[in-house]
């Protein structure tokens, strides 16, 4: 028992110093995440920890609607999102990295090819979408919104897309070392305009939501 007690002890310590590390780091040096870390992101072990039906549940991605989301890295929630839309939606992915957008394309092929042509990718910033005003019925954001230098503005930008009654959501995973609180995040989505409508998930993986109104 006692010694289950100390590699337990020892692993936690060694998460919480990693963490605090990794923190450190993000808050003076701000990029987006290396393609190299799609290892992680897209692994079949992140399908057990975080089942991408979860959380896009969650996050409103229903059938027929038009669905967009920012930061899409290697496209791990891409293949659940494109059948819960089917073809009466339309889901866009989007991502500032060219990279990213290719192992995205690749993955997506591979876990869901008949799906592979409905989907759109847009190479572009989270400020920078492609879109009518009102467009959209839901834009959402996995582990991506911290890493966008100003996520207010990239808020602001998803409000202008969004029909009113759309709604955007933010899931925050960790150990990503941009994990920020939950109320945080809410406050992030209130101040931008957005009435919050739902609170979901635990401490690891939890998502807000929030409506135009
Ligand atoms: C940690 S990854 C998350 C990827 C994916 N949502 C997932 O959970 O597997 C964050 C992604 O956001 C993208 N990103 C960072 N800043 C961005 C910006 N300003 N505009 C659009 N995408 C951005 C990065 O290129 C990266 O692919």
């Not at 310590?13 to 993000?26: D, W």
């Not at 991605?61 to 089917?86: D, I, N, Q, Y």
């Not at 990239?154 to 109320?183: F, H, I, M, N, Q």
């Not at 989505?189 to 998930?201: F, P, Q, V």
């Amino acid at each position: 028992m006692n010694k289950f007690l100390r590699i337990f002890g020892s692993i936690l310590l060694g998460f919480i110093g990693f963490q605090v590390v990794l923190r450190i780091f993000r808050r003076n040096l701000h990029f987006p995440a290396p393609p190299f870390i799609t290892a992680a992101l897209n692994s079949r072990f992140r399908e057990r920890w975080q089942p991408p039906d979860v959380i896009l549940e969650r996050s409103r991605v229903t059938s027929g609607k038009k669905v967009l989301e920012v930061g899409c890295g290697g496209g791990f929630f891409l293949p659940a999102a494109a059948r819960r839309v089917g073809a009466n939606g339309k889901l866009y992915a989007l991502d500032i990295s060219p990279r990213m957008i290719n192992i995205a394309q690749k993955y997506l092929f591979t876990r869901a090819p008949s799906h592979y042509e409905s989907v759109d990718f847009i190479n572009r910033s989270a400020y920078d979408l492609p879109f009518e005003d009102g467009a959209l019925d839901v834009v959402y954001y996995i582990g991506s919104l911290m890493e966008i230098p100003q996520p207010a503005k990239a808020l602001r930008v998803a409000y202008r897309v969004l029909k009113p009654g759309g709604t955007v959501s933010v899931t925050e995973l960790l150990p990503d070392p941009d994990y920020p609180g939950v109320y945080r995040t809410a406050a992030l989505l209130k101040a931008t305009g957005y009435r919050i409508i739902d609170l979901s998930g635990n401490l690891f993986s939890y998502t807000v939501t929030g409506v135009k109104l």
